[in-house]
Structure formats: structure tokens, C-alpha cells
Nanobody, 117 residues
Framework: HVQLVESGGGTVQPGGSLRLSCAASGFIFRDYWMYWVRQAPGKEREAVADVDNTGRATYANSAKGRFTISRDNAENTVSLQMNSLEPEDTAMYYC????????????WGQGTQVTVS
């Protein structure tokens, strides 16, 4: 049974920090690229960061310099450290997994809400 379980969301003041975590199970974690995807009401879904199965990370322009994604293949977890948060970062944040040879996300978590206010 595949599961992606996010945690760490909450409400923070502008300029604050949060660390999101995602625990994965039910699939071969090391074979997947892992993403943090956010969606705010009325806005397009945005992949803010991803980390491939070698640990190489990429970021959306909105996240560069503020967010850091990391993964632990031994623990089957992926994290997103978010610093210098802005009201525009308010969204539901989802953990998503894409098999390295595929073109679409295959697994999703239930999301964790981040509110910057």
C-alpha cells in the first residue's frame, strides 16, 4: 500500500521558517524523483522543488535561495526547509513521487497547509 504522509505545516509570520517532511512507504523510494508541489486557491499548481534519485535538487524561481529540499533514502523521507516565508507562499503543500523513467507524478500525499500571515 503506497503512502506519502506529509507533516510540518502550520501558520507562521512573514520572514519565518517551516520544515515540511514526507514519509514514503509502499514503493521503492530510491527509484523515484521526489517533489514538493503547492497549490493555493485560485492559482495554478506549482512544483517548488524536486530532488532526483541521486540527490540532485532543482527549484522553481519562487523558491530559489529560500527553500531547500533533501531526501534520505535510508529513511524513505523527503524534506523541504522553507526560510524567509512570504504571504505568497501560503498554499497546500503536497509531496509527490515520479518514477525516474516516467513523465508524470505517480504518487501523492494528502497535503499539509502552510499559511504565512
Amino acid at each position: 500500500h503506497v503512502q506519502l504522509v506529509e507533516s510540518g505545516g502550520g501558520t507562521v509570520q512573514p520572514g519565518g521558517s517551516l520544515r515540511l517532511s514526507c514519509a514514503a512507504s509502499g514503493f521503492i523510494f530510491r527509484d523515484y524523483w521526489m517533489y514538493w508541489v503547492r497549490q493555493a486557491p485560485g492559482k495554478e499548481r506549482e512544483a517548488v522543488a524536486d530532488v532526483d534519485n541521486t540527490g540532485r535538487a532543482t527549484y522553481a524561481n519562487s523558491a530559489k535561495g529560500r527553500f531547500t529540499i533533501s531526501r534520505d533514502n535510508a529513511e524513505n523521507t523527503v524534506s523541504l526547509q522553507m526560510n524567509s516565508l512570504e504571504p505568497e507562499d501560503t498554499a497546500m503543500y503536497y509531496c509527490a513521487a515520479r518514477y525516474f523513467a516516467a513523465t508524470r507524478w505517480r504518487h501523492w500525499g494528502q497535503g499539509t497547509q502552510v499559511t504565512v500571515s
